[in-house]
């Protein structure tokens, strides 16, 4: 059975820095896309951002030169290192993957998500 699972959430001062980790286990062919996502209260899961397998990164405008999205392969971990953080930017955040289970078998994961509180 994959799992995914997040660590890294807490609450900081806005300015502040946390960086966000997903590792993924179980029996896992390979992983493709990896990404974030977040979702605020009310508010629909959005795309933070992606990394392809051959480490290709796209960004939502609002991160863009503040996040920066990476990926250990040997480790199946994704990070977000997420710097000058806003009070906007508080969110329940969600590691997502497309995993390859078999030659026959690829599915989209998500872990549970970690929240991230930033104060003004």
């Known amino acids: 059975q994959v799992q995914l699972v997040e660590s890294g959430g807490g609450l900081v001062q806005a300015g502040g820095s946390l960086r966000l980790s997903c590792a993924a286990s179980g029996s896992i062919f390979s992983i493709k896309d990896m990404g974030w996502y977040c979702q605020a209260p009310g508010k629909q899961r959005e795309l933070v951002a992606r990394?392809?397998?051959?480490?290709?990164?796209n960004y939502a405008d609002s991160v863009k030169g503040r996040f920066t999205i990476s990926r250990d392969n040997a480790k199946k971990t994704v990070y977000l290192q997420m710097n000058s953080l806003k009070p906007e930017d508080t969110a329940v955040y969600y590691c997502?993957?497309?995993?390859?289970?078999?030659?026959?078998?690829?599915?989209?994961?998500w872990g549970q998500g970690t929240q991230v509180t930033v104060s003004s």
């Open positions: 990394i392809t397998d051959g480490g290709s990164t």
């Open positions: 997502n993957a497309d995993i390859v289970l078999t030659s026959r078998s690829r599915l989209y994961y």
